[in-house]
């Protein structure tokens, strides 16, 4: 895994615990977190390119990759928190 994907899973998860600890709703404390893991990522990215580089077109390309991973990941985890808490309806709804 590159370093700026991991850098985007950082930031995201602080900034997901900062929208935790301001007791936001889980999808727009995980949607603000990937927003500002996207930007970030993409920024870090367009440090590290070569000058021969168009600078919009580079950055235009990090943001569209990191958003499409960003948007997986929180697909797969809106999913899972629905499965989770759908496993927790009927655990409830089979002791009582």
């Known amino acids: 895994m590159d370093n700026t994907w991991i850098a985007m899973l950082v930031v995201w998860a602080i900034v997901e615990f900062i929208q935790f600890l301001r ?47 960003a948007a997986l990941i929180y697909a797969v985890r809106i999913l899972l928190a629905k499965g989770w808490s759908s496993l927790n309806r009927k655990k409830d709804a089979v002791q009582s």
Not at 26 to 38: E, I, S
């Open 23 to 69: 007791k936001r709703p889980f999808p727009q404390r995980m949607k603000t977190g990937a927003y500002w893991g996207v930007t970030f990522s993409a920024l870090a990215a367009l440090g590290g390119a070569s000058r021969d580089v168009s600078t919009f077109g580079f950055l235009a390309l990090s943001l569209a990759l990191y958003g499409a991973g």
